[in-house]
């Protein structure tokens, strides 16, 4: 009888929700369902020529609907789901068998056919599927580091190099924030495995590895990623409420002192950014120390997890002067908040991912590794980012850059430069006050650059809105000139109790760019210097004088005292590619984009560069030799060029 009213009063309940307005209903909610739970189990053959993928996914209907559309790989390049069939189940007949639905499939696309007159309100709809190769398509340089399945290694990570993931999505919902999870993976037992989440159980049946994942409280990855590898030992690192697992090669040469170091480095890290950005769950961090990506980059990462080159574990560690080799594993390590607690959606929002952390590794690097270079560091940055302002696309449009060398420029390291000069404009304490409250409020949530700048202005007096829109929906740095206006002599000058003649030099500084200028502006002379901040809007200019002994003298003006904030000097173009000195004394020029001077010239990467319009540049500096191949526009610049085959040449730029 309980069960009979139960069902009553529940179709009661449905029949009053499906009687009202639904035109109004469906203008605040765009979809019909909403993904509220995955249970995926992963099943790796013997055969290692496939993925076997079970995802039943708990569905909460908000309007009737006649199909569920599932996008399956969609942007995920190089896969295919295969063998797909199609199961449904309602809450509350779950003892019930399973039905098969029908489907229609378009390229990546699922419409699933959904059962007429169902009475439900949450039903459960399994989609099993294989992921494959495919065979059609001519594949790119991230495709290993995307997907791979072999008898060695098995994993899936396009968490940022891949558009969309391997598990089923409902067509139109993204950039939503993926639900909470379950990830069952069945393997050989020769498989070590590493997953999104944390690990709830492991077992080992029938020479089978079943091991079993579950989202962080409150915490879910931005992508569902999994390794599995043979011949790989876990080793495990313990601190006080806080442990770090270490997934490395049976067969490597490792040294006990680089384990602990870089567990201790993990174990700093991780807690100096939970410091600045806000404290997460899960108080463990997982390494897979790999050597199975030769053509891509050795690093990746997820929610409180990264992948790291295997080499990091043999011979003796050193860190240079820009803290390298460890930046990079400090780079990934942020990102655990930079994409992670708080998401963003790649294709419009990139870099949000890449300039946070950018920025989080220089700030770490000071901290963590007591070398005092964070000036330095954004200097270096800036320096990279000006051989190509010509050519990049603007910040906000970094997601969609072909190149990936300006994708680099334009999302890394432009943004690290801005979010460097808005800690300049706010002051340092409301910028780390702003950037906690922004981790704080969007704590696993999906979020816009509107959203942070929103953040960032309510922690603020000053009006950053502008500014930020300008510097991150235009391309290229802002811009000025400087001319001497004016100068004058006096008789107010004292040298060795002697009274002189002094030059009073008066210059304009002219706002020609597209961008405020804020800075703090550096003059000197040799009797002479100031320093003060400035605000110059567009269009305007501000005036500057400074003393000299003698006319005629060549002042010193920095617009920008640390050269480290996004303005440059107008007019004044870079080539398209970087050369930098090797520890052999070479200078090689790398990341050559096409349809830049330094393209059209015939240079191409891995060239070296003996000498700049006949000078050598034999011990000059990466930041002395990026100076040099900055030039005015219309300029000619001849470079002699040693190529591949060791043939000397020279060849003549246009700028």
Known sequence: ??????????????????????????????????????????????????????????????????????????????????????????????????KPLSFIKDSTLLKIILPKNYFMLTQFITISYSLIKDKQYKGDKYEN???????????????????????????????????PFELSFTTSKDFELVASGQLTDEQVKDNKRITKWVNYPEITDRSLFFYAVKGFTKITKSFPDFKIYMYVSSNAKIMDTNINYIANLVYKTYRFFEDSY????????????????????NYTSGFNFCAAP?????????????????????????????????AFPSKTDYWLFESFAKYSEIIAVPKLLNINNETFLFQRVKLACLPYLDYTKSISESGNEQDRQLQIVSSYYQGATLLNFLKYVMGEDDFNKGLKDYVTRNKNKTVTTADFIKTMQENTKQDITGLLNDYLYNPDYAKYSISNILYRDTDSFVLHNYKRA???????????????????????????????????????????????????QNILIQVDKDRSFPIRETNIIGGGGCAFPQNDGKVVIWDVVENTP??????????????????SITGESFEEITSLLMK???????????????????VEMVY
């Open 1 to 98: 009888m309980m069960k009979q009213k139960l069902i009553f009063i529940l179709f009661f309940l449905s029949v009053a929700f499906y009687a009202f307005p639904q035109d109004s209903l469906k203008k605040s909610v765009m979809l019909p369902f909403e993904i509220i739970r995955y249970h995926i189990d992963v099943d790796i053959p013997e055969s290692y020529d496939r993925i076997d993928v079970r995802a039943k996914l708990k569905l909460k209907e908000l309007y009737p609907a006649d199909t569920l559309k599932i996008t399956l790989c969609y942007g995920f390049k190089g896969t295919l789901a295969a063998n797909i069939n199609v199961l449904y189940e309602s809450e509350f007949f779950l003892n019930e068998k399973e």
């Open 145 to 179: 580091f995307a997907r791979e399945i072999s008898d060695s290694l098995c994993h899936i990570n396009a968490g940022i190099t891949r558009t969309d993931n391997w598990y089923p999505h409902i067509e139109g919902a993204y950039p939503k924030r993926l639900p």
């Open 278 to 297: 806000g404290n997460v769950p899960g108080n463990e961090f997982k390494i897979l120390f790999n050597s199975f990506w030769a053509s891509t980059s």
């Open 310 to 342: 295997v080499s990091y574990l043999s011979g003796e560690i050193k860190t240079d002067y820009m803290g390298f080799p460890h930046r990079t594993l400090l780079h990934e390590i942020s990102h655990t908040w930079w994409g992670n607690v708080v």
């Open 502 to 552: 002094y030059t009073l030099h008066t210059y304009k500084i002219s706002n020609t760019g597209n961008k405020v200028i804020f800075s703090e502006l550096y003059a000197k002379s040799d009797i002479d210097s100031l320093t003060q901040h400035i605000k110059i809007e567009k269009g305007e200019s501000t005036i500057v004088q400074i003393k000299s002994s003698v006319k005629n």
């Open 598 to 615: 330094f393209a059209k010239a015939g240079i191409t990467s891995g060239m070296e560069l003996l000498a700049i319009n006949n000078d």
């Open 632 to 650: 005015t526009k219309g300029d000619k610049c001849k470079l002699q060029i040693r190529n591949k085959k060791n043939e000397t040449s020279e």
